[in-house]
């Protein structure tokens, strides 16, 4: 087994450590009991895997499972209650009918993108300079603006309801992820499913309402166009209807919580890294305006193939090379001190014959590796957003220097997507706006214990002037 780190306290362990001063606490962990060593924090043992060791968890999908850790923090079985969480794959149906079509809906995500900019910054930003205190809650809407489009419709992603929706189901599991585990003395997640099977706390209740109801809006405008028109009737893109078609849905008995479910439970994984990806590229430009004429160069070049209505091709992306250099830093540098938990499915050895028992929670030391010279280059504290140029390694690319989307088989299917999205709006708040802290200094990530949040520090926002 591995070492675990001497404490002082019974029952609290190592959690003050932990939450509090996590990154100098496991520095010390690692530079005493190696590589990988467990600690005692909330009443559980968890284990914690270095540079040296965390490509074997990634490698080995037939040994460790993210989902059975995630779903151990978030309850979804009790959340979404209306669907067998065992019957859906949620990231095979994303990646057969979202993730395979990304030229197909890059017109749709831009022109989304667009709007949402104009919705919740433009109409706010007129001569003078505004100011804007947390940008994270308006990033999240703009980013659900397209993914709201995409997944249940064009016509009842304009209501603000369904964006809210999108938006605000996101955070609200953020909240759970926050809860300090208290009764993880007595049982992993004992808190969590407490508060949401008691209705104390169920953001799924208000959000699935309002889901259904536009469900019905739709399944009901597209059976009768069906009838209509039969074989003429244009179908609608989007995931509604390849999970009506797939699924063979009868129309006179159409289970709408079980649609509505299924819906919230796709949310999360393509609103989350996303917005946060997106809310910490921005803050980062506005942190270091030094590089925003480069980067504004480079996206007039760019915007040069963009067409009359201001859409650009889709292989326009490749050309962002500067831009998609600093989202890759940005998600580099996103301040997780642990991440990508992992659940261990059968007792398991590591190459350096330590082993683990089944049902154990592993973590991934990712600040060992993100901080490591021989793996990220030179100075690999430091925020150098055209680090990634000489190398040519895209946003999205996955290694054993960079994790942010896991590794493996089991590699986030969205992470194309995702990136593409944030370079899309980067690209449009380039172009349009000069952003800069009003502190003048570079704002840090929020943390909670080892894991980081966007920073929600106050940033100024200016019209760029026409030349």
């Not at 001569?127 to 703009?142: A, T």
């Not at 953001?203 to 597209?222: D, F, G």
Request: hydrophobic share 35%; with cysteine.
């Amino acid at each position: 087994m591995p070492p675990l780190v001497r404490y002082k306290i019974p029952i609290i362990g190592h959690t003050y450590s932990y939450t509090f001063n996590s990154e100098e606490f496991l520095k010390q962990c690692k530079k005493e009991y190696g590589d990988i060593f467990s600690i005692y924090v909330w009443g559980q043992v968890r284990t914690i895997v270095g540079k040296e060791y965390s490509q074997e968890i990634l490698s080995r999908d037939d040994a460790f499972n993210f989902g059975k850790a995630f779903f151990e923090i978030i309850p979804y079985d009790l959340l979404l209650k209306h669907i067998d969480m065992g019957l859906v794959n949620m990231p095979k149906l994303l990646k057969d009918h979202i993730f395979c079509k990304l030229n197909f809906y890059s017109e749709r995500m831009q022109k989304c993108l667009h709007s949402a900019t104009q919705k919740y910054i433009d109409i706010n930003v007129h001569d003078d300079p505004k100011v804007f205190n947390n940008m994270y809650p308006l990033i999240n809407k703009i980013i659900s603006t397209p993914v709201a489009n995409i997944f249940i419709g064009e016509e009842e992603s304009k209501y603000d309801e369904v964006v809210t929706t999108f938006a605000e189901f996101t955070s609200d599991l953020s909240t759970l992820i926050k809860i300090p585990p208290f009764l993880n003395f007595f049982y992993p997640g004992l808190l969590n499913r407490i508060l949401v099977s008691s209705g104390l706390y169920n953001p799924a209740i208000k959000h699935r309402n309002i889901l259904i109801k536009h469900i019905k809006n739709q399944v009901c405008k597209r059976l009768k166009g069906k009838a209509k028109y039969g074989d003429s009737w244009k179908r609608p893109d989007d995931l509604l209807q390849d999970i009506i078609e797939q699924e063979n849905i009868d129309f006179n008995n159409v289970n709408y919580p079980s649609l509505a479910d299924k819906m919230l439970l796709f949310l999360f994984a393509s609103i989350h890294t996303t917005s946060n990806g997106c809310a910490n590229a921005f803050m980062d430009l506005a942190s270091h305006p030094q590089y925003i004429q480069e980067l504004y160069e480079e996206q007039l070049e760019v915007h040069k193939e963009a067409d009359e209505n201001g859409v650009l091709p889709f292989e326009a992306l490749d050309n962002m090379k500067k831009l998609d250099s600093f989202i890759r830093e940005s998600l580099r540098l996103a301040g997780h001190i642990l991440a990508l938990d992992h659940s261990v499915l059968k007792d398991y050895t590591f190459s350096n014959g330590l082993q683990l028992p089944k049902d154990h929670i592993v973590k991934i030391y990712v600040d060992d590796i993100y901080q490591d010279e021989l793996l990220q280059g030179p100075s690999p504290k430091s925020f150098e957003p055209f680090r990634h140029l000489d190398i040519n390694v895209p946003a999205s690319k996955i290694g054993k220097n960079f994790m942010l989307f896991g590794g493996g088989k089991h590699a986030c299917p969205g992470r194309h997507f995702a990136i593409n999205e944030i370079k899309f709006f980067m690209h449009n708040i380039i172009l349009k706006y000069n952003i800069y802290t009003e502190s003048g200094k570079i704002e840090g990530r929020k943390m909670y214990g080892p894991t980081a949040y966007p920073s929600s520090g106050v940033v100024i926002i200016e019209k760029r002037r026409a030349k």
